[in-house]
């Protein structure tokens, strides 16, 4: 598929051919899902902790006697049927993340970027440099109506389009190999340079 290449200031520069086998699949909103949750996974911290009954800070002291009261018998006020007792088989700091096979994670890249693709969404400028002024660069994203975008560039980003870009609220760069399912969804629009577009089908190919 071919695609018009523009500038930052909004100037024609050229065209780009695009790998059909890259940016032109049927996304399939399965594997996106799968790959998405993998990455929300992994990224939890699982830090979550609650106390046990062995952890809580009460007397390990009998309650009272065990029989003649009435009442029912009982430990030490620990237990988790007390208010304030320990909490049975509550949450303790564990990984969330889970196994999911390469081939899955780069058919969602690949998805991710056809989805962009056919909603119109994506679009490749020409290059990402900047003199690391944030004023105007915000004033060429309001111009080119880029509310929402992702930038991913080449191997590397420009310094001063990355100093530029930190501070504009909706705009977040990438280089090509951060460039990821969930980013690329959560933005409304999805933006390439041409060394970015040669990374990623470098990367998916």
Same mark, same amino acid.
């Given at each position: 598929?071919?695609?018009?290449?523009?500038?930052?200031?909004?100037?024609?520069?050229?065209?780009?051919?695009?790998?059909?086998?890259?940016?032109?699949?049927?996304?399939?909103?399965?594997?996106?899902?799968?790959?998405?949750?993998?990455?929300?996974?992994?990224?939890?911290?699982?830090?979550?902790?609650?106390?046990?009954?062995?952890?809580?800070?009460?007397?390990?002291?009998?309650?009272?006697?065990?029989?003649?009261?009435?009442?029912?018998?009982?430990?030490?006020?620990?237990?988790?049927?007390?208010?304030?007792?320990?909490?049975?088989?509550?949450?303790?700091?564990?990984?969330?993340?889970?196994?999911?096979?390469?081939?899955?994670?780069?058919?969602?890249?690949?998805?991710?970027?056809?989805?962009?693709?056919?909603?119109?969404?994506?679009?490749?400028?020409?290059?990402?440099?900047?003199?690391?002024?944030?004023?105007?660069? !915000? %004033?060429?994203? =309001? +111009?080119?109506?880029?509310?929402?975008? $992702?930038?991913?560039? @080449? #191997?590397? *980003?420009?310094?001063?389009? !990355? %100093?530029?870009? =930190? +501070?504009?609220?909706?705009?977040?760069? $990438?280089?090509?190999? @951060? #460039?990821? *399912?969930?980013?690329?969804?959560?933005?409304?629009?999805?933006?390439?340079?041409?060394?970015?577009?040669?990374?990623?089908?470098?990367?998916?190919?």
């Amino acid at each position: 598929m071919k695609l018009d290449v523009i500038k930052l200031d909004g100037g024609k520069a050229g065209s780009v051919e695009l790998s059909d086998e890259v940016f032109d699949l049927d996304p399939r909103a399965d594997i996106l899902h799968r790959v998405v949750r993998w990455q929300r996974n992994k990224a939890q911290q699982g830090t979550h902790k609650v106390k046990t009954r062995s952890e809580v800070s009460y007397s390990k002291k009998k309650i009272y006697r065990q029989k003649g009261t009435g009442g029912a018998r009982h430990g030490s006020r620990n237990a988790p049927i007390f208010r304030k007792g320990g909490v049975y088989k509550g949450p303790t700091p564990r990984s969330h993340a889970h196994d999911l096979p390469k081939k899955v994670r780069k058919l969602g890249l690949m998805h991710a970027l056809s989805a962009k693709a056919k909603e119109g969404a994506l679009v490749v400028i020409d290059t990402a440099e900047s003199d690391g002024k944030t004023g105007a660069l !915000a %004033k060429q994203v =309001a +111009n080119l109506g880029w509310k929402r975008a $992702l930038i991913i560039d @080449g #191997a590397s *980003v420009n310094e001063g389009f !990355a %100093k530029a870009a =930190a +501070n504009i609220d909706g705009l977040d760069v $990438l280089p090509s190999m @951060g #460039a990821n *399912v969930y980013d690329i969804l959560r933005r409304d629009t999805l933006v390439l340079t041409k060394a970015g577009v040669e990374a990623l089908e470098a990367r998916l190919k």
